[in-house]
Every structure is written in structure tokens, then in C-alpha cells.
């Protein structure tokens, strides 16, 4: 069975600094995607970044970038000159690439908090 | 906006009843997934419906059943309401029941927050 983990359940970052939140998972699958989403206040998931396995080269948009560690199996997001707008709880989540369904394995989730 | 409206956004019922959760999914998706996210906690898969047949289930009762309709749009019912099952619902969209390296992106819609009492 496919686990993830997010071991920083609140973080905090000054406007236009830099943060790193982690995220580990457990899977024998070979074949898989990496997500991050983000989740404001009005509860809806939103895509943040997509990672697939088998891509040795870390996924990145515009301000949102990944650090893929395979062998580690480690999947954080680092998020530059943070914004307001960047307040929420972020989940990392695991799709089996091989599976019947494209179900997603969250963690448990880190709220960031942007301060101004 | 992702295209994936629910309904209601929020209720309240007591222990033993029956609830009904909507959802409709985007333009030309034919997937339709619920999840389960309880307070404080990251969302768990329910289950899948796939050009209305059941897909996929996780790791919930009987009591959570779904349906969904030939425009694919679709509904999640749950029987005999426990204290446990108050949690925000959510309901996923996605072009087809497979994973794939792109195309096949998963949108969100807002949730329902059902309560019991």
C-alpha cells in the first residue's frame, strides 16, 4: 500500500521570502505521479505542480518548483517570492501511474501562512 | 473555476438519516471520483464512477454508494449517518479513469460540508 507523509503541519514565511515544504511517500510501483495542491480557504483543490516518475528533470511553474529525490522518495515544493495569496493548507498526493483509477493518496497536509 | 459545481454546500443531518451529495462534473469528462475529507485531514478516495459503473472503491462501507448519470454527472448517498461521517466531500472531474503523463488533470469542485448530529 502507497503512503504519503507531511511531517510539518504548519509553516510560516514573510511576503517574497522563499519556502520548502516536504513531503515523503512509500511505494513499490515504479510507474507513478507526484502532485502537489493547494487548498484556501474556500476548500477547493487546486493543482499546484505534477511530477511524473519516470522524469528525472524537476517539474517547476513559475514560482512553484519540485525537488524529486527517487531513491529517497521525497517530493518537496519550494515556493519563491511567496504572496498573500499563497496562504493555504498544500497536499502532497501520490497516483499509482499503473492502477485502474487515477485515485489520489494524500498526506496529511502543511498550512502555510504568509505574512506580511 | 474548474467546471465541477456541488450541491448543497452545506447541511446538517442527524444520526441514522440518509444524505444525497451532487455533483457535475466538467465538459467532457466522463470520471467522476468522491472523496471523504474528515477536519484536519487530507482527503480519502471513496470511490470512482466511470461512464456510470463503478470503477474503484476505497477503503468505506456499503452504506457509501454513488451513481452516476449519462451526462456523467453524479451522486454520492450515504445510508444510515454515523457521527464519523461529517467531513467535506469533495468531487473530482477528469477526462478518463486512467492515470496518464498529461491531459488527464483532476479538477476539484468546492466540497460539501455535511455535518451529523
Known amino acids: 500500500a502507497q503512503t504519503v507523509t507531511q511531517s510539518q503541519p504548519e509553516m510560516s514565511v514573510q511576503e517574497a521570502e522563499t519556502v520548502t515544504l516536504s513531503c515523503t511517500y512509500d511505494?513499490?510501483?515504479?510507474?507513478?505521479?507526484l502532485f502537489w495542491y493547494k487548498q484556501p480557504p474556500s476548500r477547493q483543490m487546486i493543482l499546484v505542480i505534477r511530477?511524473?516518475?519516470?522524469?528525472?528533470q524537476n517539474a517547476t511553474e513559475n514560482r512553484f518548483s519540485v525537488n524529486f529525490q527517487k531513491a529517497a522518495k521525497s517530493f518537496s515544493l519550494k515556493i519563491s517570492d511567496s504572496q498573500l495569496g499563497d496562504t493555504a493548507m498544500y497536499f502532497c498526493?501520490?497516483?499509482?501511474?499503473?492502477?485502474?483509477?487515477?485515485?489520489?493518496?494524500f498526506g496529511t497536509g502543511t498550512l502555510l501562512a504568509v505574512q506580511p | 473555476e474548474t467546471g465541477v459545481t456541488q450541491s448543497p454546500t452545506h447541511l446538517i443531518k442527524t444520526r441514522g438519516q440518509q444524505v444525497t451529495l451532487r455533483c457535475s462534473s466538467q465538459?467532457?469528462?466522463?470520471?467522476v471520483s468522491w472523496y471523504q475529507q474528515a477536519l484536519g485531514q487530507g482527503p480519502q478516495f471513496i470511490f470512482q464512477?466511470?461512464?456510470?459503473?463503478?470503477?474503484g472503491r476505497g477503503n468505506f462501507p456499503p452504506r457509501f454508494s454513488g451513481l452516476q448519470f449519462p451526462n456523467y454527472s453524479s451522486e454520492l448517498n450515504v445510508n444510515a449517518l454515523e457521527l464519523d461521517d461529517s467531513a467535506l466531500y469533495l468531487c473530482?472531474?477528469?477526462?478518463?479513469?486512467?492515470?496518464?503523463?498529461?491531459?488527464?488533470?483532476?479538477?476539484f469542485g468546492e466540497g460539501s460540508w455535511l455535518t451529523v448530529v
Open positions: 473530482a472531474s477528469s477526462k478518463d479513469r486512467l492515470p496518464s503523463s498529461s491531459g488527464n488533470t483532476i479538477y
Open positions: 511505494t513499490s510501483e515504479s510507474n507513478y505521479y
Open positions: 511530477q511524473e516518475a519516470y522524469k528525472q
Open positions: 498526493a501520490f497516483m499509482n501511474g499503473g492502477g485502474a483509477t487515477n485515485k489520489l493518496i
Open positions: 465538459s467532457g469528462h466522463n470520471t
Open positions: 464512477y466511470y461512464r456510470e459503473e463503478e470503477n
